[in-house]
Every structure is written in C-alpha cells, then in structure tokens.
C-alpha cells in the first residue's frame, strides 16, 4: 500500500536536494491521532488529529529547516479531484483513489492548508507525483501555526458524497474513517521531544524557512 514516490517527488521538485534533505521532523502533536496541539503553547486538540502535519526536516548536516508557502504539493497517487474546501489556513483538496487492489475500496485523500493551481477544477485527473498546488501562507492567517501541508486520507465508502464534505463534519466522524498517513507514505523521519514547556509559537521561529537565502538557512537539531 506504501507509495515511495511522494517523498522523493516532494523532494525533486522543491529542489530540496540542494540542502541535503535527509529526513521529515515530526512533533508528537503532528502524527495521527495525536490528542495534544504543537503550536502556541500547546495543550490539547479539541478532537484527535485526522491525519499528518508536514513542516520540519532535517538536513543531512544536521540543520533543520520548515516547509513554507513556496513548496509545491505532489499527488501522492493517480486520482480525480472530487472536491476543494475550504480550511482554517487556505484550501483543502480532496481527491478520490481506486486502490481496490490493494485496499477494501476507493480511499480520499485530502491535502490541507494549500493554495491550489488557479486551474485545478473538479474533475481533473492528476498523475501521481504531479504538482496541483503550494503549501498556504498560514502568516496570513495566523500567528500561532507555520506554514504546513496536512494530510489525510480517509475511506472514501464510509463517508458522504465527497461534494458534501466540510471539516467541521470531519472533526466529528468516526475515527475509523480515517487511514494513518505513514501506513501509506513511504517517509523517512524521526519524532522529537515535546512537552508541555515548549512554546512552538518561538520554537518554530528558529528553523530556517526553504526559501530563505536560497534555502540554505537553519538551525541544528537533535530530532
């Protein structure tokens, strides 16, 4: 079920390579299922996380870096666009997958917090590891959260018609809806320590964005 593409189309075509891109850094909070937030000063999630958030990496030299607004987001798989929602920090794009072979139906999968292409439209069928949008300048919208793209995946049978799909009804689905992100991405990373002393709102503030001299800023880090 795994798809080793997205990670190194992720990768390719934001020319993280330059920077030596070695692995993905997760929070507890940003992994599947996670009850406690990572950002502010942390505390609970009013609900368990749907799915996973992508902003820290490592580099091979040991800095860390965080995605930001001018990373462009590849489909994880062959799928058909079924619906663009809105979310807190930009769009969500929701894409429908036949992986009846590999799975027991059709699966969702649903990229949060971007900006899709101006011509990306209900219907289009996009190829795996082909760029349909950029991460969301969450800046704009919030001063809590860094730029990040979440990911989830969900079965596409035990839920409405995908037109009818809002976050807010998500929020409050049936977790076994839900399908753990790493169970289908094929990714590299390593979870670091965090507590309730960590303030995320400074903490991200350390990490060097990509596009920040030519993406070759950012701090050590023992994740």
């Known amino acids: 079920m795994k798809t080793e593409p997205f990670q190194a189309r992720l990768v390719a075509v934001n020319h993280l390579e330059a920077i030596g891109f070695d692995r993905f ?28 958030d992508l902003c820290f990496f490592a580099g091979t030299d040991g800095a860390a870096f965080r995605l930001d607004e001018t990373i462009q987001a ?42 899709p292409d101006p011509h990306l439209q209900i219907g289009d069928r996009i190829g795996q590891g082909e760029v349909f949008a950029h991460i969301s300048d969450a800046g704009r919208r919030s ?9 989830s995946f969900a079965k596409a049978w035990m839920l409405p018609p995908a037109s009818q799909l809002t976050w807010e009804w998500l929020n409050g689905a049936d977790r076994s809806v839900f399908i753990d ?43």
């Open 74 to 115: 590849p489909m994880v798989h062959d799928g058909v666009i079924v619906h663009i929602m809105d979310d807190f920090l930009g769009k969500t794009v929701v894409t429908r997958h036949d992986l009846a072979t590999t799975c027991s139906g059709p699966i969702l999968s649903l990229y949060g917090h971007t900006q």
């Open 143 to 151: 001063k809590l959260l860094p730029s990040h793209l979440h990911i």
């Open 181 to 223: 992100p790493l169970t289908i991405l094929d990714m590299d990373y390593s979870v670091m320590d965090g507590d309730g002393a960590v303030n995320f709102s400074e903490l991200y503030l350390k990490y060097g964005k990509v596009s920040e001299k030519g993406g070759r800023r950012g701090n050590k880090t023992t994740g």
């Open 25 to 52: 850094l997760f929070f507890p909070g940003m992994l599947f299922n996670a009850t406690e937030k990572w950002w502010g000063r942390g505390g609970l999630r009013a609900v368990s996380h749907e799915g996973l």
